[in-house]
């Protein structure tokens, strides 16, 4: 069964730092991944997903992720991050389009 | 070009009843995928549905069933609530076929009293 784990439950960055969310699957064949952005009382918004071709993946909202399959990674990245990047961030991965979700990782952003 | 709606946003019930959410997918969508998600937890898979039919389930009992209609909306009941349903719950909907995300609704918060 795939799995997708994300080891960081909260990660605590200052206004303007860069930052990188890590997440991990497990899958036999190469999946299809994706990370979501989710703020308070809100849905999920899909930030970036990777299907196949260039393992370095431009999203919305300045994110980027970069797929290493030697490492079974998928992380998150952004250079400067802004107050109102402070959400919740799930990594999901499928193989038929019914992804399975990690259990998020909480961003606080301080001044 | 209105997304996924749902509704209600938020409900109260008590154990033992049935409750009815309902989930309007974004416009050219034909798939609906339900989803749970508990407190402080990741969305977890309930079940898929396509031209009527559920296509494909999770790890969930029989208390939780649902309907596809012909205009792709999509409803999701669950019977004899427990505490331990309360959640957000989420729908998603996609085009099958190619490689089409999911976009999700904002929820219903169900509490179970």
């Known amino acids: 069964a795939q799995s997708v784990t994300q080891p960081d439950i909260h990660i605590t960055v200052s206004e303007g730092a860069s930052l990188e969310l890590r997440c991990n699957y497990s899958?036999?064949?190469?999946?299809?991944l994706f990370w979501y952005v989710q703020s308070p009382g809100q849905g999920l918004q899909l930030l970036l997903k990777?299907?196949?071709?260039?393992?370095l993946v431009q999203g919305i909202k300045g994110f980027e992720a970069e797929f290493k399959r030697s490492q079974s990674s998928f992380n998150l990245r952004k250079p400067s991050v802004h107050w109102s990047d402070a959400a919740e961030y799930f990594c999901?991965?499928?193989?038929?389009?019914?992804?399975?979700f990690g259990r998020g990782t909480s961003l606080i952003v301080h001044p | 070009d209105a997304g996924v709606t749902q509704s209600p946003t938020h409900l109260i019930k008590t154990r033992g009843q049935q409750v009815t959410l309902r989930c309007s997918p974004k416009?050219?969508?034909?798939?609906v995928s339900w989803y749970q998600q508990a407190l402080g937890q990741g969305p977890q898979f309930i079940f898929q549905?396509?031209?009527?039919?559920?296509?494909q389930r999770g790890n969930f009992p029989d208390r939780f069933s649902g309907h596809q209609f012909p205009n792709y909306s999509s409803e999701l009941n669950v019977n004899a609530l427990l505490l331990g349903d309360s959640a957000l719950y989420l729908c998603?909907?996609?085009?099958?076929?190619?490689?089409?995300?999911?976009?999700f609704g904002n929820g219903t918060r169900l509490t179970v009293t």
């Open positions: 990777y299907f196949s071709g260039d393992t």
């Open positions: 416009s050219g969508h034909d798939t």
């Open positions: 549905y396509y031209e009527e039919e559920e296509r």
């Open positions: 899958y036999g064949a190469t999946p299809y």
């Open positions: 998603a909907s996609s085009l099958t076929g190619g490689n089409s995300p999911l976009h």
């Open positions: 999901a991965s499928g193989g038929s389009y019914i992804p399975t």
